[in-house]
C-alpha cells in the first residue's frame, strides 16, 4: 500500500487516564521500573501502539543515559538507553519531556519503554507482548450461520456455513474457518508469525491460485490466550486481500495496514 494513502480504520482519538494495574519492566532479569501508579497510554496509528508511561520514581533512571540521536519521538517523547549488567539497550527507554497537545499533557515526565529488543513488560504477574492491552477495546469471537466463502483469480479457497465471526473494534471483521472446510491444497506453509495480545500467536500461509503465489494471506492461532478459545485451530485470510463473499453480497475490500 502506498505509503500516502489514507487508511480507512476509524480509530479514537489518543487518551491518558491513570491504570489500575500494577506494571513492571524488566531488561532480562532485570527490574527497570515498578509501578502501581502507571498512566495507560492509548493511541493508534503508524509507529503507535497503546503503552504504559510510568513516573520517575518508580523507574531506575541510575540506568538510562539519552541516546546518542535522541531526537523527538512521538508525543514528544526523547529516546534513552538502557544499561544493564554491561549490555545496553540502544532506544529502549523514552521520557515525554514535553508531550505534544493537551490530551497527553499527564505524559510529562513520565518514562515509557519498548515492547521488544529484550524489554519486557508485565501487568501484575501476567507478561504482556507487543503492547499494552487497551481495556476498551474489544475483541468477540461467536459462532455464525452466515454462507461466507473466500475466493481469488476465481478460485475457491475457503467456504462454510458455520464460521466463527471475530469482531475486534477499529477493524474489519475476520471470519474463521474450520481447517476442513479450506482448500488446503492452495495453502502454502509461511515461515511468517505475529503475535497479539489480545489472541496469541499467529503462524501464517501463502496461498497459491494460477501460477501466483500470494504471500501470507492466511493465518491460525493454535493456541490462542485463555481469553478468545474459539479461534483455535481456525483459518482466518486478509479481507483486504480476498474477494469475500457473505451470504451472496461480495464485501469490498477494506483498506488498512493490510491491504
Wanted: proline fraction near 10%; hydrophobic fraction near 40%.
Amino acid at each position: 500500500m502506498p505509503v500516502d494513502e489514507p487508511w480507512h480504520i476509524p480509530v479514537p482519538p489518543p487518551r491518558v487516564e491513570p491504570s489500575p494495574r500494577w506494571i513492571r519492566v524488566r531488561v532480562g532479569d532485570e527490574l527497570v521500573a515498578d509501578s502501581r501508579d502507571a498512566l495507560l497510554l492509548a493511541w493508534y496509528g503508524p509507529g503507535m501502539l497503546p503503552t504504559y508511561a510510568l513516573p520517575a520514581a518508580d523507574v531506575r533512571t541510575e540506568l538510562l543515559q539519552p541516546s546518542a540521536d535522541p531526537g523527538d519521538g512521538a508525543g514528544g517523547a526523547v529516546d534513552h538507553d538502557i544499561s544493564v549488567g554491561g549490555a545496553v539497550v540502544a532506544g529502549g527507554a523514552r521520557l515525554f519531556r514535553e508531550p505534544e497537545g493537551t490530551r497527553l499533557r499527564a505524559l510529562a515526565d513520565h518514562w515509557t519503554f519498548t515492547w521488544d529488543r529484550g524489554v519486557r513488560w508485565f501487568e501484575e504477574a501476567l507478561e504482556v507482548h507487543v503492547h499494552a492491552r487497551d481495556p476498551s477495546k474489544r475483541v468477540d469471537v461467536v459462532p455464525s450461520e452466515r454462507h461466507v466463502r473466500v475466493e481469488l483469480d476465481g478460485e475457491l479457497i475457503a467456504e462454510s456455513h458455520q464460521p466463527h465471526a471475530l469482531f475486534e473494534s477499529w477493524l474489519p471483521t475476520r471470519w474463521y474457518f474450520a481447517p476442513e472446510e479450506v482448500d488446503a491444497e492452495l495453502l502454502i506453509p509461511s515461515e511468517t508469525a505475529s503475535d497479539c495480545p489480545y489472541k496469541g500467536h499467529a503462524t501464517y500461509w501463502s496461498v497459491r491460485t494460477g501460477g501466483t503465489e500470494h504471500a501470507d494471506l492466511a493465518w491460525s492461532y493454535a493456541d490462542p490466550v485463555v481469553e478468545c478459545p474459539r479461534i483455535a485451530g481456525r483459518i482466518s485470510f486478509f479481507n483486504e486481500r480476498v474477494d469475500l463473499v457473505v451470504d451472496g453480497e461480495l464485501q469490498e475490500r477494506p483498506r488498512t495496514p493490510w491491504s
